[in-house]
């Protein structure tokens, strides 16, 4: 029975994205809806991102020993094996969680949108589906749709709502062969992969997978993103994955996890360093400590320090042009804990007592302005004047090289032909480089001599009076996220 209805779930996929194609003009286009999408996404700068499952009722721990790493993934890090979960599905019962309350609470956050775990790794759905009984509504005490609950809340509130999809499921019997757990070893010692998250996906499993999709585009109201995670996914299944997406809604924002270039906007390594990444949209996952999932014995910092700490985080992420998604992890009851609370209070509080703060939450100009006077004299470029520009390859789970080009403005009173020289430290033992201003380039080979600081000629640039936006970058690239490849001292410009 099951098989059926995922195969009549593929087709009305396919039947709709076929309708929406052809009333592309009634609607507008996929891609203009996209962007006009983006841009809002932009605009929002912070979300709610909530990991619970039943992975929050065991908190970490599993036979009365506290287990390492994330909570989320318990089920790889203390080698349960499947029977022995299922049982504990089957006592899962979140009775405390309350839909109104989570959603009230992101927006005294001043938070904009919300992404829920709809499925996470273990492969247990907590949404009514019809590909499988392993869901919160069939084979739990609960029996209730906690998706529903928590879009119909979000309507009710005027919150966005997006879902987090885990593409390999470790639940699933036709994804890829288990190893046996293995229970030589302390399972505190390494992290034991006998469930990885990055798995291939098995043609059942992809089919499972666009089933799920369709389900959750069509039965929950508008969806402000699919936010997809993990997996080794090919070119043709993130292709069908995003396809199945924009045939559903077309509005509905995917994130780069979908692999493959297929996403809208990228995101970061989870809890990543933050570079500026003005050039395109992104999104950046954070987590209060080292666990998404509810953790009953996690060390947690001092609150003042832990609000203060997210608080720079948010502002740092949005003035180079991202978004923060800060995440909660409810209790196996389905309540959020007091600390978490106390958390995005804080933030809120914060930002209802400056005002003039969420003003200033934009993108950060392309660079620094530097002016120049009459006399034309350009002072010395430096890279505290530039931007670093960082590269993200969205081919696999997630690459970023966060100093790829640099940029520098100039606003010039007068205009002349300026002599070029570069003082760099070289970190090859030559590379060719490209100096454009105004859209008119000049390439040159750099040497590098026992990557001794140096001084190289590079030609001439033609400064206009007015705008002028000069970057240096490599003049090729053996891979996308290969570096700058020196480390820049200045540049000086000399009138001729």
Known sequence: MKKIVIIITI?????????????????????????????????????????????????????????????????????????EYEAVAREFNPTDFNADEIVLLAKNAEMKYIVFTTKHHD??????????????????PYGKDIVKELAEACHRHGMKLGLYYSLPDWHFPHGIPRLEPDSTTNCTEYVNQVYSPLEIITPELEDYIVAQITELLTNYGEIYTMWFDMGLVTLEQSRRFRE???????????????????????????????????????????SLYNSWGYKS???????????????????????????????????????????????????????????????????????????VGKDGYIPTLTPQDCKQHSAIDGTGYMSVQPVSWLSWQLDSQTSGEYDVFIVYKPENDAKEYTLTCNGVSTTRVLPGVDCMLQTSYFGTLLIKEGYNYITLDQTERCNPLEPLGLELERIILRKR
């Open 244 to 286: 199945t997406v924009k045939s559903i809604q077309p509005q509905c924002l995917i994130n780069g996890r979908i692999m493959n270039n297929m996403g809208d906007y990228m995101t970061l390594p989870d809890n990543g360093n933050i570079s500026s990444y003005g050039d395109i949209y992104w999104d950046n996952p954070a």
């Open 297 to 371: 014995w996690i060390d947690r910092p001092e609150l003042c320090q832990q609000i203060e700490t997210q608080k720079q985080r948010l502002l740092t992420t949005v003035v180079n042009g991202g978004n923060f998604l800060l995440n909660i992890g409810p209790d196996g009851t389905g309540k959020v804990i007091d600390y978490e609370k106390y958390v995005l209070n804080g933030i809120g509080d914060f930002l209802r007592k400056h005002p003039d703060t969420l003003n200033r939450l934009q993108p950060c100009p392309i660079d620094c302005i530097i002016g």
């Open 123 to 140: 492969g247990f759905c907590m949404f009514d589906t019809q590909t499988t009984d392993y869901d919160i509504v069939d084979f739990t």
């Open 11 to 83: 087709i009305l996929s396919l039947f709709a994205f076929f309708c929406c194609n052809n009333v592309g003009t009634r609607h507008g286009t996929s891609l203009q809806q996209t962007e006009t999408a983006l841009k809002e996404f932009r605009n929002d700068h912070f979300g709610m991102f909530i990991h619970y499952g039943v992975y929050s009722k065991l908190g970490g721990v599993w036979k009365g020993e506290k287990i390492p790493y994330y909570a989320e993934q318990i089920m790889n890090h203390a080698r349960i094996t499947i029977p």
